[in-house]
């Protein structure tokens, strides 16, 4: 069954460093997204992704976030100089316009 | 503006008892339902989804939930919760710009 899948699983970075965080959707799906889960918190919508553009942001995703889909495949998530509060599970989701499937997530631990 | 809203934050009930999770949404236009599950220290499942059509859907390990259109509510239920489902539960329309919005979710505890 076809799945998204994230690398890495897991992340430590130094504060101001810049990440990158990979997502490969499932192979027909037009639509594309990132949540985010801070520890103990309720899942937040970053941002979606349809026709090679952002369709829609909130207000978290700020200027320090990017989004691309380099090669046809990948999905990434940019942050280019990451705070503590960045700290959080990153989840990556695609759709086909009707149900999103999840990725298992990066988690992303800032220091 | 598009909403979603989980009525219990935290719920504890003990093993056999049934769950019932309120979920209400605020969307103009037309709307697919999905209840997610997270396992402590896993990531998000999908329980069930309602599309169209019988507004009773079933989902796994016994779950079910109800669509009611003229409250714009899709409740989460069990009638015999195990310890097994200590988890958090969150209701996630997803509308017809194609955007999945997640309630805050509700942190069900089962006690032996």
């Known amino acids: 069954e076809p799945e998204v899948t994230q690398t890495p699983s897991h992340q430590v970075t130094q504060m101001g460093q810049e990440v990158i965080l990979r997502c490969v959707p499932i192979?027909?799906?037009?639509?594309f997204y990132w949540y985010r889960q801070i520890l103990g918190q309720k899942v937040e919508f970053l941002v979606s992704?349809?026709?090679?553009?952002?369709?829609?942001k909130s207000e978290i995703f700020d200027d320090q976030f990017s989004v691309e889909r380099p090669d046809g495949s990948n999905f990434t998530l940019k942050i280019r100089s990451t705070k503590l509060e960045d700290s959080a599970m990153y989840f990556c989701?695609?759709?086909?316009?009707?149900?999103?499937?999840f990725g298992q997530g990066t988690r992303l631990t800032v220091v | 503006a598009q909403s979603v809203s989980q009525h219990n934050h935290h719920v504890i009930l003990s093993e056999a008892a049934s769950l019932e999770l309120g979920c209400n949404y605020s969307y103009g236009g037309t709307v697919n339902l999905f209840w997610y599950v997270q396992y402590p220290g896993q990531h998000l499942q999908l329980l069930l989804k309602y599309f169209s059509g019988d507004p009773l859907v079933k989902g796994i390990k016994g779950f079910e939930a109800e669509f009611i259109k003229s409250k714009f509510s899709f409740n989460l239920r069990k009638p015999s919760v195990q310890w097994s489902d200590t988890a958090e539960y969150f209701c996630a329309p997803f509308d017809s710009w194609g955007k999945l919005q997640f309630g805050a979710g509700t942190q069900v505890v089962v006690t032996p």
């Open positions: 192979s027909n799906h037009l639509y």
């Open positions: 992704f349809y026709n090679n553009e952002i369709s829609e």
């Open positions: 989701a695609s759709s086909e316009g009707r149900e999103a499937f």
